[in-house]
C-alpha cells in the first residue's frame, strides 16, 4: 500500500475528474449531434440518443445549481 500512496497523490485525482468530466461533456456533446444528424438528414427520431442527450443536460445543469447554491 504504500506505493499506491506515493503514485496516486492529488495531482493524479484532480487529472482523473477533470478526465472524466471532459469524457462525459463530449460524450453528452457527440449524442446530441448523432440526434440531430440523424433527424435531419435521414429524417429519423432516435429517441434513444434523445434520452441521452436529455439526460446529460439535466444532470450537468442540476449540478451546476447544486454547486452554486452550496458554494
Known amino acids: ?3 499506491l500512496g ?3 497523490d492529488e ?3 484532480a487529472h482523473r475528474r477533470q478526465s472524466t468530466s471532459i469524457a462525459g461533456i463530449v460524450g453528452g456533446v457527440l ?3 448523432l440526434f440531430e ?3 435531419f438528414v ?3 427520431w432516435s429517441w434513444d440518443l ?3 442527450g436529455l439526460t446529460f443536460v439535466g ?3 442540476g449540478l451546476m445549481i447544486f454547486y452554486y447554491l452550496t458554494d
Open 1 to 3: 500500500m504504500r506505493f
Open 6 to 8: 506515493r503514485t496516486i
Open 11 to 13: 495531482r493524479f485525482l
Open 31 to 33: 449524442a446530441i449531434c
Open 37 to 39: 444528424w440523424r433527424y
Open 42 to 44: 435521414n429524417h429519423i
Open 50 to 52: 434523445l434520452a441521452i
Open 59 to 61: 444532470v450537468k445543469m
